[in-house]
């Protein structure tokens, strides 16, 4: 089956500047690329996803870039907010549609 | 719409006892899911659904078991509760396999 790894486990950075987290997947036959937000005690929830026919997509501050060739796809937040403080879970689906999630990253943004 | 709603929020079970957990969903979603979580950790497919009446098993299927009689709901079964089920599942919904899915609020689980 599929297995997706996720670096780095927890990210802090400064109020205003970047934070990017990569993953890298096993099985060439995925095709769909998810990142979920996790805030403390709640549910995951979608931020963005990225198809295998495109290799960078972006929604205001977030973006998310994929190399199929290397099995790699990392997510970029710019201009970070405190808001942004969570944990982020990367994911991959295979033909058989089931998501596998990587282990997630705690992103403390310090003000 | 309520999305996706789980029942109970928090329940601690004795070693060897037996529960359910209800997930419901108002989006008419063919495809749902079950997840667990435990501690700082990511999360395991346990069951999934492609429609009423398809089920099939996940990462970690042991100790668990679904029914799908319905399109909106998708309950698990937890027989004979194991100090190692601890943790927190989530039921999640998708319209498609590869489309966004929405999860509930999660059921805190304790087996002591």
């Known amino acids: 089956g599929e297995n997706v790894e996720q670096h780095p486990s927890t990210l802090s950075v400064q109020e205003g500047d970047s934070a990017v987290i990569k993953c890298t997947y096993s099985d060439s036959a995925s095709n769909y690329f998810p990142w979920y937000k996790q805030e403390l005690g709640k549910r995951p929830q979608l931020i963005i996803d990225i198809r295998s026919n495109v290799g960078e997509k972006k929604d205001q501050r977030i973006a998310v870039t994929l190399n199929k060739t290397a099995k790699h796809f990392s997510l970029h937040i710019t201009e970070t907010q405190p808001e942004d403080s969570a944990v982020y879970f990367c994911a991959a689906s295979s033909n058989d549609y089931k998501l596998s999630f990587g282990a997630g990253t705690t992103v403390t943004v310090r003000a | 719409n309520a999305g996706v709603t789980q029942t109970p929020k928090f329940r601690i079970l004795k070693i060897g006892q037996s529960m359910t957990l209800q997930c419901t969903q108002d989006?008419?979603?063919?495809?749902m899911y079950w997840y667990r979580q435990d501690p700082g950790m990511g999360l395991k497919l346990i069951y999934y659904s492609v429609g009423a009446g398809i089920t099939d098993k996940g990462e970690v299927p042991n100790g668990y078991n679904v029914s799908r009689s319905t399109t909106e709901d998708f309950p698990l079964r937890l027989e004979l509760a194991a100090p190692s089920q601890t943790s927190v599942y989530f039921c999640a919904s998708s319209y498609g396999g590869e489309n966004e899915q929405y999860f509930g609020p999660g059921t805190r689980l304790t087996v002591t």
């Open positions: 989006m008419n979603h063919n495809y």
